[in-house]
């Protein structure tokens, strides 16, 4: 199949884009650099040149493909200092992207792979049956499912907290080494039991691939381990930046934190049990503190 993929040059699209083009798809990749498209032309991808904000850009890549894998988002959004929009600003560029994307593909009964994270729901560990809280910022899903009315097979594939590989990145766990680093201790909120979840970005890119070639809809869940205390984390760093690992209360979170301080108060462990069944995938990659343990020469 020829299957299109946004931010084919980041950490996860590019895991992404090795997976299929190894399962012997045809990949276009949309990138928004020369370094990025040299990348992705190296890997055996063709380039689409392109971003979040060129709307047409997304529907002409689109258009062109069988399956479309949108991994694109504005990550850094929520690093003080980078320059970039706002974690809210990122949430509506990817909606506006998901729009596009989605409406390219109507009546046409393609396939359309959405990336989510996993649903902080509270009270108890996530499953692919729980939905994405309204009250997030972040509305991929909300803008995604109504295209299943619309003649677009759409599919959710929810990210955990933490998407790792050796020597980084980490997803929060990079945000937390940025910090720590900065404010020279590695800090968790309270007890530390807020748990996050993680999965080894490889594995992560073996379940796109998965929900391309079964053709599957609805949720699934790339998760594979279900929920680390941020106690746990907050150790591995310190022995990393070998700096002392304090506790900060809720009310010291915003100062220490700084625009980290909502997602490091986030308990959102999640399942992939049902996903497990569903598709036969396993996560057999090396794990968070694993990971995290690993400097990057």
């Known amino acids: 199949m020829r299957i299109f993929v946004t931010g084919a040059s980041g950490f996860i699209g590019s895991a992404v884009v090795r997976e299929l083009l190894g399962a012997g798809h045809q990949v276009l990749g949309m990138v928004r650099s020369d370094a990025g498209a040299a990348a992705v032309a190296a ?12 709307l047409d850009s997304l529907r002409r890549g689109a258009a062109k493909a069988d399956v479309v894998i949108h991994t694109a988002f504005v990550h850094d959004a ?90 980084g990145p980490y997803g929060f766990g990079t945000a937390m080494i940025g910090v720590a ?17 993680a999965v080894h970005v490889n594995d992560a890119a073996r379940l796109y691939a998965m929900v391309v ?35 900060k209360s809720p009310a010291e979170a915003a100062t220490h934190f700084g625009t980290f301080a909502m997602f490091a108060q986030l308990d959102s462990p999640a399942s992939s049990e049902r996903t497990r069944e569903r598709l036969g995938w396993t996560a057999t990659g090396t794990g968070l503190i694993a990971d995290i343990g690993v400097i990057k020469p």
Not at 142 to 164: D, I, N, S
Not at 228 to 241: F, H, M, N, S, W
């Open 181 to 197: 680093a900065k404010a020279g201790v590695s800090a968790y909120v309270g007890e530390g039991a807020h748990r996050w979840c």
């Open 78 to 167: 929520v690093n003080a200092g980078s320059g970039r929009a706002s974690f809210q600003d990122a949430c509506d560029i990817d909606a506006r992207a998901i729009e596009a994307l989605g409406s390219a593909l109507v009546g046409s009964n393609r396939h359309l792979l959405v990336t989510s994270g996993t649903p902080g729901v509270g009270g108890h560990v996530a499953t692919e049956e729980d939905a994405s809280p309204r009250t997030f910022p972040r509305v991929s899903e909300q803008t995604a499912l109504p295209f299943a009315e619309r003649g677009v097979r759409v599919a959710l594939v929810r990210m955990p907290r933490c998407v790792h590989a050796p020597g």
């Open 43 to 54: 890997a055996g991808a063709e380039v689409h040149r392109g971003n979040l904000d060129d």
């Open 213 to 247: 070639d079964k053709g599957v809809t609805g949720a699934v869940h790339a998760v594979g381990e279900e929920g680390i205390p941020q106690r746990t984390i907050a150790d591995a760093i310190g022995k990393r930046l070998n700096v002392p690992v304090v506790s």
